[in-house]
């Protein structure tokens, strides 16, 4: 059973202030992970893709990968109230693969 | 920049009707995939579809679910005989099929209500 554990939150971080969003996922043949924004009744949205260990930096955004401890995580630098919103982890094996969520954090940032 | 659609945004029905939802995918993705997120939950797989046929299907994808490309444009869930668990988010997705680029693009979704 592929498992993709996120703590559901909430976290709570003051503007300005860098978010850090954890993820743990449970097959180790996962190949590609992904993090989605979703906004209260709206559709997942893509922010990030990772698809090897190390850091990838996208403007505010910087996803990280260790796949020996099959952690990934989401760093958000200069908060903003507009980042408001649940974050959800998801991973595939292969392309073309189904993903598997996470339950999602959500991310209150406090004007 | 281009979008998946899905049609109606929102669907009442009772139960044991049947439902399709459709979606118009993006015109030069190969794969597509339907979800549901039924509220508070998390977002659940039920079915991938690629070469018009299902690549791979859920737990949750029983025969009552079914899927087409009817025109080669639009795709479209069915549920023969809706219950009231079917109440649900169900979004459609597309990856444009490049190995490289294998990331999914999730429509804005159709609101599900079973009554």
């Given at each position: 059973q592929k498992e993709v554990e996120q703590n559901s939150g909430p976290l709570s971080v003051p503007e300005g202030a860098i978010a850090s969003l954890n993820c743990t996922y449970s097959?180790?043949?996962?190949?590609s992970f992904f993090w989605y924004r979703q906004y209260s009744g709206k559709s997942p949205e893509l922010i990030m893709s990772i698809y090897s260990n190390g850091d990838k930096e996208d403007g505010r955004f910087t996803a990280q990968l260790n796949k020996a401890s099959q952690y990934v995580s989401l760093l958000i630098r200069d908060s903003q109230p507009s980042d408001s919103a649940t974050y959800l982890c998801a991973v595939n094996n292969n392309a073309g693969n189904m993903l598997t969520f996470g339950g999602g954090t959500r991310l209150m940032v406090k004007p | 920049e281009p979008e998946v659609t899905q049609t109606p945004s929102h669907q009442v029905t009772q139960m044991g009707q049947e439902v399709i939802l459709r979606c118009v995918p993006?015109?030069?993705?190969?794969y597509f995939y339907w979800y549901r997120q039924i509220l508070g939950q998390k977002v659940e797989f039920l079915v991938s579809f690629y070469n018009n046929e299902i690549s791979e299907k859920s737990e949750?994808?029983?025969?009552q679910f079914s899927v087409e490309r009817p025109d080669g444009s639009n795709f479209t869930l069915k549920i023969r005989s809706t219950k009231l668990e079917d109440s649900a988010m169900y979004f459609c997705a597309n990856m444009l099929g490049q190995r490289k680029y294998n990331e999914q693009f999730f429509g804005p979704g159709t609101r599900l209500t079973v009554l």
């Open positions: 097959d180790r043949v996962s190949q | 993006i015109s030069n993705h190969l949750i994808f029983d025969d």
